[in-house]
């Protein structure tokens, strides 16, 4: 009853997914994507994400390499309810461009 409600997400979200369903085989690293872009633009009706000339650039640069432990001390959310801190990725976003704008690099919100 006293524990805080709710967890943070965003964050993790692509590592959790990557390491739960692609690294496992459930999805290829494409159906991955698919269902972390496409899928939810075209729910909520918008332009699907593209990397045509001359389209918006909502754009997010990921390292499906790069090997990182999720530490409370560098959650960027007011939150820090999460089940994941300590645990060990393989996949990290590393810069988020919002109208071809960067709005995150490398774990900072600028």
Known sequence: DKAPFGIIGLETAFSICKKELVDTEVLS?????????VNPANIIGI????????AIADVTIIDPEEVWIY???EIVSKSTNSPFI???FKGRVKTVLVNGKI???EGVIL
């Open 71 to 73: 530490e409370k001390k």
């Open 103 to 105: 709005v995150m690099e």
């Open 86 to 88: 300590g645990q060990e």
């Open 29 to 37: 690293m494409e159906e991955l994507i698919e269902k972390m872009t």
């Open 47 to 54: 332009e699907v994400p593209s990397l045509r000339e001359g």
